[in-house]
């Protein structure tokens, strides 16, 4: 047998009166979540940050100039034997003795200079003794000059013997002084007062064209920093300049010299200074790249607090104050000084700098200043 199972359809009022209470469900909802009037004003106060403020503080200061360059020495002398072909015997000094002027360094073998010296000095008495006739002779021929007993040539001869013999006896006093004087120069010394930096010579080794040792004269050293040609303006002749030594000491110098041309190749130029040895102290060596610094004159520089600069996305950035707004400055700056930002670009003298709650704030957001200094 058949059943059939009814369907029970809900009637128009139940639909209606279910459809009247969704929507007061709904708005009540919506009014809880929406604030009143009152409550949005708070929550807007309670987005204004209290900030503080300060222009940036004008100072005259004098910022250093970094430099680096090599250092050479002053001047230095090669030293060579002026005889060729002589061994050298003794070598008495080394690298990095100091020397005075004069002082002997080597010395070279003399035999064969002495061996000269004895027979210049023989054929000297030889023809002093010549010498001593021939005058004798000439004597007589003038006494003798009416008596028919001489011719008148052979009174010549005589005169003229007597000449010869003399200017023999001067050449070899001439030679004999040439040889004394190249005997002088087996002894190998210092031309000036310095330091040895290279040294050459060995016992046994022969003299001919070789440099047997190197002077830095006077230990004097040569700094050649360079610099590029745009603070060229900015030097001038006997500005200071600094150079650090060891624990923590400086020695301050006078800039003697701007090299007159520019290197191509790097645009910068050369400057050159000269550094003593009572200045380096020994601590400064040929050789050594030495990084300086030059004292530049005095400017007027803005300053803010080291708190008030911050870095956004890689930029150094400020916030300032402007119509109640915290305003985002992108800002160049320089050197930190005792606890201030040098800043050299991106913000004006009159600007009112956030120097305390910059960290919170973003571009445009609003503010409330609590207090302002300069």
């Given amino acids: 047998m058949n059943t059939s199972k009814k369907t029970r359809i809900p009637s128009k009022n139940t639909v209606f009166w279910s459809l009247v209470l969704l929507a007061a469900l709904a708005g009540t909802a919506l009014l809880l979540r929406s604030p009143t009037p009152q409550q949005a004003l708070q929550s807007a106060k309670k987005t204004v940050l209290t900030v503080q403020t300060q222009t940036p503080i004008l100072k005259d200061i004098q910022l250093p100039l970094s430099l680096s360059g090599p250092l050479t020495p002053w001047q230095e002398s090669s030293i060579q034997a002026q005889l060729p072909a002589l061994p050298i015997t003794n070598v008495y000094v080394d690298v990095a003795d100091v020397v005075k002027k004069g002082q002997l360094l080597a010395t070279l073998d003399a035999q064969s200079i002495a061996i000269e010296k004895s027979q210049l000095q023989?054929?000297?008495?030889?023809?002093?003794?010549?010498?001593?006739?021939?005058?004798?002779?000439?004597?007589?021929?003038?006494?003798?000059?009416?008596?028919?007993?001489?011719?008148?040539?052979?009174?010549?001869?005589?005169?003229?013997?007597?000449?010869?013999?003399?200017?023999?006896?001067?050449?070899?006093?001439?030679?004999?002084?040439?040889?004394?004087?190249?005997?002088?120069?087996?002894?190998?010394?210092?031309?000036?007062?310095?330091?040895?930096?290279?040294?050459?010579?060995?016992?046994?080794?022969?003299?001919?064209?070789?440099?047997?040792?190197?002077?830095?004269?006077?230990?004097?050293?040569?700094?050649?920093?360079?610099?590029?040609?745009?603070?060229?303006?900015?030097?001038?002749?006997?500005?200071?300049?600094?150079?650090?030594?060891?624990?923590?000491?400086?020695?301050?110098?006078?800039?003697?010299?701007?090299?007159?041309?520019?290197?191509?190749?790097?645009?910068?130029?050369?400057?050159?200074?000269?550094?003593?040895?009572?200045?380096?102290?020994?601590?400064?060596?040929?050789?050594?790249?030495?990084?300086?610094?030059?004292?530049?004159?005095?400017?007027?520089?803005?300053?803010?607090?080291?708190?008030?600069?911050?870095?956004?996305?890689g930029i150094h950035t400020v916030f300032v104050v402007q119509n109640g707004l915290a305003i985002q400055k992108s800002v160049t700056r320089g050197a930190l000084i005792d606890n201030h930002i040098l800043i050299e670009e991106g913000l004006a003298p009159t600007d009112q700098v956030i120097t305390l709650g910059a960290a919170f704030l973003k571009n445009n957001d609003p503010v409330l200043v609590q207090g302002s200094g300069s």
């Fill in 122 to 313: 023989a054929q000297l008495s030889e023809a002093t003794s010549a010498l001593e006739i021939a005058t004798q002779n000439a004597q007589r021929a003038k006494a003798l000059e009416e008596s028919p007993a001489l011719s008148a040539v052979q009174r010549e001869q005589m005169l003229h013997a007597q000449k010869s013999a003399q200017a023999k006896v001067q050449a070899l006093h001439a030679q004999l002084k040439a040889t004394e004087i190249k005997g002088s120069y087996t002894r190998i010394t210092a031309p000036a007062a310095g330091v040895i930096s290279e040294r050459k010579a060995t016992i046994g080794s022969l003299s001919s064209g070789v440099e047997l040792f190197r002077l830095i004269v006077d230990g004097t050293l040569l700094w050649q920093p360079s610099i590029p040609t745009a603070s060229l303006p900015l030097l001038k002749k006997g500005m200071q300049l600094q150079i650090p030594l060891a624990h923590n000491q400086f020695i301050t110098l006078p800039l003697q010299s701007i090299a007159p041309k520019v290197n191509p190749q790097t645009r910068q130029a050369t400057l050159q200074v000269k550094i003593s040895p009572k200045e380096h102290q020994d601590l400064l060596k040929p050789g050594m790249f030495v990084t300086g610094s030059l004292l530049l004159p005095k400017t007027q520089k803005m300053l803010i607090p080291k708190d008030a600069l911050l870095l956004v996305d």
